[in-house]
């Protein structure tokens, strides 16, 4: 039995980080220094069953690559890391998802994305994983919003504790998603997401006693996060810290945030190491050097952190 699977995107991550970018109309044709370079895995999926494992979790992940030269190298970096990968899933001819994450010296960065045929559909879906999980977390599925209604379905019946993070693409499907939302445990969602769906607008959803997850946590990258649930409503400023490269901040905050959930961690405790998670990955290059293990757990409880209740 798992502690928790990961749902979600496998990629390949190209990065490079130049004083020129961001380009300029007049850099277009001519040649850019690159001060540093790294490939490396991704995807919403693979970041946060590292990040959840990481954290001493038994985890897997469920993840869609090619048999092209980008998915065996999706395959072989994902092998460093401590998850269980029998979920995952390379399929024959297929384009792996592709990125070029163009890094500026603030942190802030461009990415140039790539979107293969590796969206998990239903006929590919490990639906024997369902039988054995107690959490399931769901990162953006590409917008297959029919099988994620079908897995939180069937994980529900199984008394499993959901949350999601769901990408662009399933915010477009707003009747379908408010439907599953009461089922859910926690749905986390960055600030431009909770724009796109409305929920900046409307912040009474957040707060609502029915018809919404039992927690909603709404991040906002330097400017902090939000959790709202039932008995609690919690204000968590960030940690104060160099960005090296905030791409995976989002994965990371996710990562760190559902296993205190997991680990039955005081809220408050719960989205301080998301916190924490988010700002140790934005002081590295790339998404998963920076993700936090469970011996980093108590260091990072130690430091100081504003965490207040709000209306």
Same mark, same amino acid.
């Given at each position: 039995?798992?502690?928790?699977?990961?749902?979600?995107?496998?990629?390949?991550?190209?990065?490079?980080?130049?004083?020129?970018?961001?380009?300029?109309?007049?850099?277009?044709?001519?040649?850019?220094?690159?001060?540093?370079?790294?490939?490396?895995?991704?995807?919403?999926?693979?970041?946060?069953?590292?990040?959840?494992?990481?954290?001493?979790?038994?985890?897997?992940?469920?993840?869609?690559?090619?048999?092209?030269?980008?998915?065996?190298?999706?395959?072989?970096?994902?092998?460093?890391?401590?998850?269980?990968?029998?979920?995952?899933?390379?399929?024959?001819?297929?384009?792996?998802?592709?990125?070029?994450?163009?890094?500026?010296?603030?942190?802030?960065?461009?990415?140039?994305?790539?979107?293969?045929?590796?969206?998990?559909?239903?006929? @590919?879906?490990?639906?024997?994983?369902?039988?054995?999980? $107690?959490?399931?977390?769901?990162?953006?599925?590409?917008?297959?919003?029919?099988?994620?209604?079908? @897995?939180?379905?069937?994980?529900?019946?199984?008394?499993?504790?959901?949350?999601?993070?769901?990408?662009?693409?399933?915010?477009?499907?707003?009747?379908?998603?408010?439907?599953?939302?009461?089922?859910?445990?926690?749905?986390?969602?960055?600030?431009?997401?909770?724009?796109?769906?409305?929920?900046?607008?409307?912040?009474?959803?957040?707060?609502?006693?029915?018809?919404?997850?039992?927690?909603?946590?709404?991040?906002?990258?330097?400017?902090?996060?939000?959790?709202?649930?039932?008995?609690?409503?919690?204000?968590?400023?960030?940690? @104060?810290?160099?960005?090296?490269?905030?791409?995976?901040?989002?994965?990371?905050?996710?990562?760190?945030? @559902?296993?205190?959930?997991?680990?039955?961690?005081?809220?408050?405790?719960?989205? $301080?190491?998301?916190?924490?998670?988010?700002?140790?990955?934005?002081?590295?290059?790339?998404? $998963?050097?920076?993700?936090?293990?469970?011996?980093?757990?108590?260091?990072?409880?130690?430091?100081?952190?504003?965490?207040?209740?709000?209306?």
């Amino acid at each position: 039995m798992f502690d928790i699977i990961s749902i979600g995107s496998a990629t390949c991550d190209l990065f490079l980080k130049s004083a020129s970018f961001p380009l300029e109309k007049k850099d277009i044709g001519g040649k850019i220094e690159i001060e540093e370079l790294l490939m490396s895995s991704g995807g919403g999926g693979t970041n946060t069953a590292a990040g959840f494992a990481r954290l001493g979790l038994s985890t897997a992940c469920i993840a869609r690559f090619g048999d092209d030269i980008f998915g065996k190298f999706v395959l072989e970096d994902l092998r460093k890391e401590n998850f269980d990968q029998k979920y995952l899933i390379e399929k024959k001819g297929d384009n792996t998802d592709y990125s070029t994450i163009l890094v500026n010296p603030d942190g802030s960065r461009t990415i140039l994305v790539y979107r293969g045929k590796t969206r998990i559909d239903e006929s @590919v879906f490990p639906w024997p994983a369902l039988e054995e999980v $107690k959490w399931l977390y769901v990162a953006s599925i590409e917008g297959n919003v029919e099988l994620l209604i079908k @897995v939180v379905d069937k994980a529900q019946e199984k008394g499993t504790k959901i949350v999601l993070n769901p990408g662009s693409r399933e915010l477009k499907e707003k009747e379908k998603l408010l439907a599953i939302f009461p089922k859910l445990k926690a749905l986390v969602v960055n600030r431009e997401e909770a724009e796109s769906f409305g929920l900046m607008e409307s912040p009474a959803f957040a707060k609502a006693s029915t018809g919404r997850p039992e927690i909603v946590v709404i991040t906002s990258g330097r400017q902090g996060a939000k959790l709202y649930s039932p008995g609690k409503n919690l204000f968590a400023e960030a940690f @104060v810290h160099s960005t090296v490269d905030e791409t995976g901040a989002g994965d990371a905050f996710s990562a760190g945030f @559902v296993a205190g959930l997991v680990k039955e961690f005081p809220l408050e405790k719960a989205l $301080k190491l998301g916190m924490a998670n988010g700002a140790s990955v934005v002081s590295q290059f790339s998404c $998963k050097p920076g993700l936090l293990y469970e011996k980093d757990i108590e260091g990072w409880m130690g430091r100081n952190l504003k965490i207040e209740q709000i209306i």
